[in-house]
């Protein structure tokens, strides 16, 4: 991972066991998140990044959020995860349990209302 300060790129050390990141997102300088494989979440908080529980092992390919309180991670297998008191799984319900379930990849929203879009 790295950071620009606005005038120079430096390293920054994430969590131990760390897996490979595939998105990153946030809402402000002190609430940032990255996400990738094996269900890896990380936040930033301004001064340092702690790994967050997903509950998931899915590849989870990106995050947006519209504030600190309003963040959605995707990934895939058709996952979609909120932030509330912890990350919660909140597939969408016309999904079977035989479909074949969309790996998405980019999502984007206004507040609550989200949009996923899948490859």
Known sequence: MIHYNGATWA????????????????????????VGEGGTIIRFNGTTWTTVASGTTTTLNEVWGS??????????????????????????????????RACYNRVRGTGSSIVAFRR
């Open 11 to 34: 390293a920054m050390a994430t969590p131990p066991g760390t897996n490979r990141l595939e998105g990153i997102g946030g809402t402000g300088k002190g609430d940032i998140y990255a």
């Open 67 to 100: 504030s600190a309180s309003d963040v959605f991670v995707i990934g895939q297998n058709g996952t979609i995860l909120t932030k509330g008191a912890s990350c919660s799984d909140t597939r969408t319900s016309n999904e079977s349990a035989t479909a074949e």
